[in-house]
């Protein structure tokens, strides 16, 4: 039985604690926990204590309120990778979208073609459709029939090069055309003149056969001449 | 206790692991998006991978152009020719030279009001051999359209083998009777046909130049030649 008044004033010690908690603890551990008056002052102090103000919405405290996750190491390998393959995706999906802007533009708006004099080349050549408007830029498609370049051996790949493309040979790679048995692609020019060549396996730089040769290019190598029209869009 | 503890220290390891992966994972990726950026700037100023007497020598011929008044963007290009070709700086510094040798003539004999693809069709046809009074005539004989087409097919016509005088005069007579681009770009293609199968060079164009005068137009539906316009004064 404890002889000592119990302290339920508010005013807290240093850590925050009330005298009457203090002195419940201390009365405890001297081995009074039957003392019921002990626990009811106790219980009185903690009631009458004033509870802390929210200043906030209940809603919003559980969007803030801090939390632990518990991840294990395969989930978060997971998770890393799919961030990962997003921001992939992101990078190079836009850089794709910006390479095939021109093939976008295949084919004329109207439906009207400007057929060239390339077109009825007996081994291909440059074959062209323009848009046929004042357009910025015209569809011409290159062409090179196979027989005439391989001279009896297998070209696996063929890439279009020229000062329309900064001479970059994997810049505009050609596909094979089974039907037509030639190589194709087509490339969105403004009006000009340009000169280009066809790189075969990455190795063999030659001209268009089909097209006009452009001067000597100085480095020992043959290119062909492609002339876009600016009234029509028409290539020669 | 000890198993919380445990079970405390198993997470931060995991977390830890989970957070490095993603580092080194991302380090992957922004180091590779940083080369092909470095690549595609490489790709986009060709004189970078010249060295540094020959980048000096095309900034000279650049600078010249420029201050002749000539278009710079084919000398850039004929730059990234050669780099693309594997042909030296020298070499490349050479050939840029010429080029801007041949532009100014071209320009000088069609006329300042030429414009670049003309200049450039132009220093072509001089370099496959035509002369300064070649490029005139076909200036001459179409004062009113664009040059670019003729002189494309005169410096084919030249490297092809007919001499650069016939092949001058023969762009100049089919210009003078009414031959469209696209016709001089078909008579063209038949000359080189005809040379590819034996014809000497100068016997297939003035075949193919008479043929032409004779039936007016390649295309039957198209009216007959008119006389040639007067050039501008």
Known sequence: MREEPWDVSDEADEDGTPPVVRQAAAHLRRGGASDERAVAAVMAAVRGRRAPRRSRPASWRRLTAARTWHLSPLAAAGLAASLVGVGALGAFGLRGGVDRAPAVAVGPADGRTVDTAPQTAPTGGPAFASQGDPAPTHVVRFVLAAPSVSSGSAVSRVTLVGDFNGWNAEATPMRWDAAARAWMTVVALPAGRYVYAFVLDGRRWVADPAAPLAPEDGFGASNSVVVVAPATGGAT | ?233
């Open chain 2, 1 to 233: 206790m000890r198993a919380t503890f445990t079970r405390r220290v198993r997470g931060a390891c995991s977390a830890a692991l989970s957070f490095t992966l993603l580092l080194l994972l991302l380090g992957g990726l922004l180091a590779r998006t940083a080369a092909a950026q470095g690549a595609q700037g490489t790709a986009d100023d060709p004189l970078d991978r010249l060295d540094a007497p020959s980048r000096a020598s095309v900034e000279q011929a650049l600078d010249s152009a420029r201050a002749l008044g000539l278009p710079s963007a084919p000398i850039v290009a004929k730059v990234a020719e050669g780099v693309s070709k594997g042909a030296g700086g020298s070499r490349i510094a050479r050939v840029v030279g010429e080029m801007v040798v041949s532009m100014a003539r071209a320009r000088e004999a069609l006329g300042p009001a030429s414009t670049d693809a003309e200049l450039v069709a132009g220093a072509g046809a001089l370099q496959a051999g035509a002369s300064p009074d070649a490029l005139r005539r076909v200036r001459a004989a179409q004062p009113r359209r664009s040059a670019t087409q003729p002189l494309v097919v005169l410096a084919d016509l030249a490297r092809r083998g007919v001499p650069a005088r016939d092949a001058a005069g023969a762009v100049a007579r089919l210009i003078q009777l009414g031959a469209s681009d696209a016709e001089l770009a078909r008579l063209r293609t038949d000359i080189a046909r005809d040379v590819a199968d034996g014809v000497p060079p100068a016997a297939a164009t003035s075949l193919r130049v008479e043929q032409f005068s004779a039936r007016g137009s390649l295309d039957p539906s198209r009216p007959p030649a008119l006389p040639p316009e007067p050039p501008i004064k």
